[in-house]
């Protein structure tokens, strides 16, 4: 992909930048990813760029001069996001990661993913007051989450888009957000977030069919993001965090592109690191039911305020 723009402009694109120049008055910069599923998008703007080197990944922060407060808190993140998602489920699938703040204008998303840049509403992060809300990480929730769907949803697999398909996309990304949480600010603090997923769809379910998280679709998202972190939070305390980390380690290389997984293919992945039928039950009552009860009983009622929404980020 060839992208020009005004000459005083950076462009964040689809893929790793292989080469920019200018010519007529412009600025030229092409992009290139190969091997996966047809998404793009790009953004151009008077950026600001602070570039590290982590790891062999250069990590990109393009932001308006002004609204530079949080960009440290978010490389940090991004190199937490790294290590986990690299550690855990397999190797990163480009040379680069960019985070582009685009214009609050922007509506309908937190913020979305694309293969190699991430796109952010300058309220949302870059321009947030990060320490209004002691007990929420906007940064963890968003740059984490967004991060985790260059495994989990636009660039190692795609999902056949039938129900359930988001189980596989945002289900998976709330559960890295939720491992990230508890690395960053402890399993406490993690499982107040999980207790306000678990009151949002406690809130939600009644105003829509309340179907099962296997069967989830895009018109529900209390289900695949709330419930679908409760689940999998509960489901790290059934088999530990290191088994279902295999499961969805196995999961991505038995299913990469060009393969078209369903969620029936995750649960068999979580079948077969379980220890018995009895715990292959219950991660069925966890993915299979809708009853009603609570699935996390570990946190106080009332310890935490509960949001008015599910935050919707498009991957």
Known sequence: ????????????????????????????????????????AVSSAEYQKKSINYKGIIINILYQKNHFENVEHLLHNAKLTLDYCRQNFGPYPFKTITFAEISSFTRGFAATAYPSAIFMPEDMVFHANIHADRKQ????????????????????????DREGSVML??????????????????????????????????????????????????????????????????????????????ALK??????????????????????????????????????????NKPLIHDVQKNSVAVQASVPIDSF
């Open 137 to 160: 990480d906007v940064i963890n929730e968003l740059a984490g989450h967004e991060l985790s769907h260059l495994w989990w949803g636009n660039s190692q697999i795609s999902p056949d």
């Open 250 to 291: 196995n999961f991505l290389r038995n299913n990469s592109y060009p393969k078209k997984p369903v969620s029936l293919d995750l649960l068999n992945e979580f079948y077969k690191v379980s220890p018995d039928q009895k715990t292959r039950e219950q991660i069925d009552r966890l993915f299979k039911t809708t009853e």
């Open 1 to 40: 992909m060839t992208v020009s723009t005004e000459m005083n402009q950076t462009v964040a694109g689809t893929g790793d930048l292989l080469k920019k120049w200018t010519e007529a008055g412009r600025s030229y910069f092409q992009f290139q990813a190969e091997n996966i599923p047809f998404r793009f």
């Open 169 to 246: 996309t945002e289900t998976l990304a709330m559960y890295t957000e939720m491992m990230l949480y508890k690395k960053m600010h402890g399993k406490k603090q993690m499982m107040e977030r999980i207790q306000v997923h678990q009151q949002i769809y406690d809130n939600e379910k009644g105003l829509s069919e309340n179907v099962p998280i296997y069967r989830a679709t895009g018109d529900v998202p209390h289900i695949s993001y709330s419930k679908g972190a409760v689940a999998m939070v509960k489901l790290s305390d059934l088999i530990g965090e290191e088994k279902v980390n295999t």
